[in-house]
């Protein structure tokens, strides 16, 4: 049985995902990638006002194709989050940050802070971007426009089929899945 | 002596870029077809069948399968007996600027590894030239993401090392990218050679199809060895648990210096991307 949830991920929302429930949302989530991240920290560090409010929002790590005419964004499928683990935790615990779309394993200090502050980690199917792409209903550019493919953009999705890897608790679908899987085996 | 005019291969890039970014090749989508017969496990079933969904949509709408639409790498076999009327380079980065803006592609390409403007067209392409007997000319573009990318490694083992020693290092390489390249993976490894030469020949081992066996029946069987060992991690598709880790592992093999056993592992994702044009 598939959640439907929607944007902004309060704290109440959080709570209610477990790792390895499968979702699909809808709402408004924003693109960031690495440089992307990078800018966004700095300029908080710096005192400056972020481009866009991320108390309770969520974050989708990607870096979509160009639209085609009649597409509201190109292919958009995830990319490896990891990289954005030395921006993650930052924009958790001082930005408000409570949602991350990604793929792939988070570090330790990530899970830290969602589990300190309440947040969450969903997958998206990598490599699934023609498959994604569908699920943006509108998309624009709302800053870091020179950055080409990783600007940020503001996003309204509808149905997007996500995995909750890592919840507020700590709980990991990459360690679950795989051991509840080799059970199967014995 | 044939000649070729470089117009030629500008065109043949440019629509060799397209084809590759949208059109799966036929033997990854039949191993992912197949994978899903042999998977007994329901979510893994379940993340293979959006696979087949995701790629069937994007050859329909003739869209990118992924977003990560790669560095534009070029093989390019050309014959002793071809002149090329023209530069060789400037009509294959020409054809990379020309495919990836007109298939809306992802241009992601850096200017320098540090300083890291993108280049905007994608260019410069990855090109590997190999100059074979008469006069023939055949291109390959491989699109390379860099989600698998980042996950491949490469070691200098020694001879004492043996069979043993390769296979540790596959299987400790796959294990420790576990869902970040996007699995099912397709393996690359590459033996012998120099350093250099053996990361070459881990990528040149994924443009073979992955449904053809290795020829060497010696190697035949350490591919079939190391896929089921692989598939017994568990990893699965994308990571969630699962029998589908790896749709297959193709081995090239060298001659190397008697003190050395160079050993390279390309992991590619399951947008294992290859398509090839004769001139």
Do not use: W
Request: aromatic letters at 6%; a neutral charge; charged letters at 25%.
């Amino acid at each position: 049985m598939k959640k439907h949830i929607s944007t902004p991920l309060t704290l109440d929302k959080v709570k209610d995902l477990h790792s390895g429930d499968e979702v699909l949302l809808s709402g408004v989530i924003y693109t960031s990638r690495d440089a992307g991240h990078k800018r966004l920290v700095e300029a908080h560090q710096k005192g400056e006002k972020l481009p866009v409010d991320l108390k309770d929002a969520t974050i989708y790590f990607v870096g979509p194709t160009p639209a085609k005419p009649g597409q509201a964004l190109g292919s958009c499928g995830p990319t490896t989050s990891y990289r954005m683990d030395a921006y993650s935790p930052y924009l958790i615990r001082n930005c408000g940050l409570t949602g991350m779309i990604g793929k792939g394993k988070r570090n330790e200090q990530v899970i830290d802070a969602m589990k300190e502050c309440g947040a969450v980690y969903f997958g998206a199917i990598g490599g699934a971007g023609a498959l994604l792409s569908q699920c943006v209903v509108k998309a624009e550019i709302v800053a870091y426009e020179d950055l080409g493919a990783e600007a940020l953009h503001r996003l309204e999705v509808k149905d997007m089929p996500l995995t909750v890897v890592i919840d507020c608790y700590g709980e990991n679908l990459y360690k679950t899945g795989v051991e509840n899987y080799l059970k199967t085996k014995k | 002596m044939r000649v070729v005019n470089a117009s030629e291969i500008t065109k043949t890039v440019r629509q060799l870029c397209i084809d590759a970014n949208v059109n799966l090749p036929e033997d990854v989508c039949r191993a992912i077809d197949m994978a899903i017969q042999r998977e007994d496990y329901l979510p893994a079933r379940n993340t293979l069948e959006l696979l087949v969904e995701n790629y069937s949509i994007a050859a329909k709408n003739q869209v990118a399968i992924c977003q990560d639409t790669g560095l534009a790498c070029v093989f390019v076999e050309i014959g002793q007996e071809v002149y090329v009327d023209g530069s060789i380079e400037d009509a294959i980065n020409e054809g990379v600027r020309q495919g990836y803006r007109d298939g809306y592609l992802r241009k992601s390409c850096v200017a320098d590894p540090l300083r890291r403007t993108n280049t905007g067209d994608n260019t410069p392409a990855m090109i590997y030239y190999e100059i074979v007997k008469g006069d023939g000319l055949k291109i390959t573009v491989a699109p390379k993401g860099f989600g698998s990318e980042n996950m491949s490694a490469i070691k200098m083992l020694v001879p004492a090392d043996g069979v043993e020693g390769v296979k540790k290092f596959v299987l400790d390489t796959v294990a420790n990218a576990g869902p970040n390249p996007c699995p099912p993976i397709v393996v690359g490894v590459g033996i012998g050679g120099t350093f250099d030469k053996a990361a070459l020949l881990a990528k040149k081992a994924l443009l073979r199809d992955v449904s053809r066996a290795n020829e060497d029946p010696f190697y035949r069987r350490l591919e079939d060895e190391l896929l089921e060992k692989i598939n017994r991690l568990g990893i699965g598709p994308q990571g969630f648990g699962g029998k589908t880790t790896a749709l297959g592992v193709n081995i090239l093999a060298m001659p190397t210096h008697i003190a050395g056993m160079p050993c390279a592992v390309n992991i590619n994702c399951h947008v294992t991307r290859h398509k090839s044009k004769e001139i």
